[in-house]
């Protein structure tokens, strides 16, 4: 079985500050977890993902996670928040490598807002 | 390579009607899953399909809900008698293969709005 809990449903920065959206996870076996992002009445864009390589996961758009096993995270951070990041952010988890990655699991998502 | 498509990119129809939606995956993907995502929600796993076959419809409401992925052509996912409760976008994914893929690429989603 696997879950994901997006700690935040909302986030409110300024444009110029580090963003932080953080996620916990669980899995039965080693995950593979996924960022992705969706603006407004659009489709979903992969962000960046995780699969047993390298645990600091550099994605598009300056955004990058780290994987931390002992705390169960995906946290997603940007040193410098954009006005274009303002959207909505979807943490996944899937059981890709036992499972299948198509079956994953969505976290309810994280609304960031950029404030100029 | 083109992506996964999905069509129609919106779709209104009034309750008691039929809805079809249309995926046609990535080219060399014969696998593809269904998720419904409401308003102001995650997406949610509805159906797997191979070619031919639904190899899991777990996330499938019992009644009304109904897909296929025929040997040729795009996978449907249609719903009967709509309503309005149906309202939501619905996105398509496709992968390589099933066990061991380690992502699958989703369209650009369908939205359907029920009048």
């Known amino acids: 079985a696997q879950s994901v809990t997006q700690l935040d449903s909302h986030v409110s920065v300024s444009e110029g500050t580090p963003v932080l959206l953080r996620c916990n996870y669980s899995s039965s076996y080693s995950p593979s977890l996924f960022w992705y992002v969706q603006h407004p009445n659009k489709g979903l864009q992969l962000l960046l993902k995780y699969t047993s390589a390298a645990t600091l996961v550099k994605g598009i758009n300056g955004f990058e996670a780290e994987f931390k096993k002992s705390e169960t995270s995906f946290h997603l951070t940007k040193p410098s928040a954009h006005m274009s990041d303002a959207a909505e952010y979807f943490c996944?988890?899937?059981?890709?490598?036992?499972?299948?990655?198509?079956?994953?699991?969505f976290g309810d998502g994280t609304t960031l807002t950029v404030k100029p | 390579n083109a992506g996964v498509m999905q069509n129609p990119r919106h779709l209104v129809r009034r309750r008691g009607q039929e809805a079809r939606l249309r995926c046609s995956p990535m080219?060399?993907?014969?696998?593809v899953y269904w998720y419904r995502q409401l308003p102001e929600e995650g997406l949610k796993f509805m159906v797997y399909l191979q070619k031919e076959n639904i190899i899991d419809e777990s996330g499938m409401p019992k009644e009304r809900f109904s897909a296929e992925f025929p040997k040729e052509g795009p996978s449907i996912l249609r719903i009967q008698q709509v309503v309005r409760g149906d309202s939501a976008a619905y996105f398509c994914?496709?992968?390589?293969?099933?066990?061991?893929?380690?992502?699958?690429?989703f369209g650009q989603g369908t939205r359907l709005t029920v009048v």
């Open positions: 996944v988890v899937s059981d890709g490598l036992i499972s299948n990655a198509g079956k994953s699991t």
């Open positions: 080219k060399g993907h014969s696998h």
């Open positions: 994914a496709s992968s390589p293969t099933g066990t061991g893929s380690t992502e699958a690429f």
